[in-house]
């Protein structure tokens, strides 16, 4: 039986290594380990690469996180892991014997607080008492399901609080659950940090409010609040939409291709839609979805962020695909404006970002980012309109200069942003000297 341990994490990078080193027998026995991180800004996912199997990044939350590992795990088993949490020596043993009739199942460990004083011997016993009497695993226990199970319990539920108790009311309506009396070894340092009254007042509050329906959204945001104020938008009722094609050999930028190489095009375009998506997240100025032309299950796109922001392109051509992902961005309850971005615009940073967002904000009906060749790198919308997009020739040179006559006609407001560049073919190579830092790619 083989086992995946997926590893949520977010700013770990204190204890990632000690967490990941504890695993690699495991690993050598041909078990799994995939780190899934919620977009750390310390060290965190260059100290965890060398020591998993796979590391993906996605948009911050447990289960967000936890549902794109299990996605891309490879095993009959899942196993989820806190990165403060420490398996115990007989773990994969244990998981098969409990599993050994290989029926769909799931279960937990119980669980040991790493704190010495006699408080937290007390608290881990009411947390495993607890887990058995009612069905219902924390997250510091170590959940572990059959992959089978876990797909047909539909994975975690998309929030962002509570994901493991509404996690465990699902699975035990499919199966009896199968505890384990060994003891997962977890970090007691939020009941140090906060104390230990305090602490368990706050966790029995917030199960109860959520027992009472309140929203997890909610309580999240208590529980989480330096998190939750990091996260808000400057832009809250905007979308960005950004556009890209599937990174595969001979399939983009072909001009490119035909200059330099199919394999270096490839390994530049993957730098520059690296590079985009990172911009646009860290910017943090609106929630952003990546839009894929045919596929977007790509393994790229589903490192590079949730694959709950990831959709898919629609019309023939790239006129109509701009409409109708404009046109679905609008519908969103609570959008006002969108702004569309390509994935092969390196120049791309948060001030230009934020600078056609305030001209939207404040009433522009188009804002255009013009590129050097005539085209533009990016068109902010308050409203849809089909002519924009129609009898555009989006091969030549002129893209920007029909967009604007559409614009006249229409009678909309517009404001047109400085010039800057995407990358076609070979000439456009030099402008990537201009970028700090520069952009991980070679020939």
């Known amino acids: 039986m083989r086992i995946s341990i997926v590893i949520p994490v977010l700013n770990e990078e204190s204890q990632i290594v000690s967490c990941l080193e504890r695993l690699q027998p495991m690993r050598f026995l ?57 398996l115990p020596e007989d773990a994969e043993q244990a998981i098969a014997e409990a599993l050994a009739d290989r029926k769909p199942g799931w279960g937990w460990f119980d669980v040991r607080l790493s704190g010495r004083a006699p408080v937290y011997r007390l608290i881990a016993a009411f947390m495993n008492l607890r887990a058995r009497l009612t069905a219902v695993c924390t997250g510091d226990q170590a959940l572990f399901v059959s992959a089978e199970l876990f797909h047909l319990a539909g994975g975690f539920p998309g929030i962002p609080l509570m994901e493991d108790i509404a996690i465990s009311k699902k699975l035990r309506q499919l199966a009896r659950p199968r505890p384990l009396a060994q003891k997962v070894s977890s970090s007691s340092r939020r009941w140090e940090r906060d104390g230990v009254a305090r602490t368990i007042l706050q966790m029995w509050r917030l199960r109860l409010l959520y027992f009472f329906g309140a929203m997890p959204e909610k ?39 035909a200059q330099i190489g199919a394999e270096a095009a490839l390994r530049l375009y993957l730098a520059m839609l690296r590079r985009v998506v990172a911009t646009v997240e860290q910017a943090a100025l609106a929630e952003f979805h990546l839009w894929a032309v045919s596929d977007p299950g790509h393994e790229e796109f589903t490192a590079l962020c949730d694959v709950q922001d990831i959709r898919l392109q629609q019309g023939e051509d790239l006129g109509s695909r701009m409409h109708n992902a404009a046109a679905a961005e609008l519908a969103e309850d609570g959008v006002e404006f969108v702004l569309i971005v390509g994935s092969d615009c390196p120049a791309l940073t948060l001030d230009y970002l934020e600078r056609a967002l305030d001209a939207l904000s404040a009433g522009v009906e188009v804002v255009l980012g013009p590129a050097r060749d005539g085209g533009y790198v990016l068109i902010g919308l308050r409203q849809v309109s089909w002519e924009l997009f129609s009898g555009v020739d989006w091969s030549g040179p002129g893209v920007l200069e029909q967009t604007l006559e559409r614009v006249r006609e229409a009678g909309l407001s ?25 952009l991980p790619w070679s020939r």
């Open 30 to 86: 041909g078990h799994e380990v995939i780190v899934v991180d919620g977009g750390s800004t310390d060290a965190t996912r260059a100290l965890a690469a060398p020591l998993c199997d796979r590391l993906l990044r996605s948009r911050p939350g447990r289960a967000a996180q936890m549902n794109l590992g299990a996605r891309f795990a490879g095993s009959d088993v899942v196993l989820f892991l806190h990165a403060d949490s420490q």
């Open 219 to 257: 309580l999240a945001a208590r529980y989480y609040p330096r998190l939750f104020a990091r996260a808000r938008f400057k832009f809250p009722s905007a979308r960005i939409a950004v556009f890209a094609r599937e990174p595969e050999i001979g399939e983009v930028k072909t001009r490119l291709a």
């Open 414 to 438: 517009h404001q047109l942003l400085e010039s800057s560049w995407d990358v076609d073919d070979a000439e456009d190579l030099p402008l990537l000297e201009e970028l700090r830092p520069p």
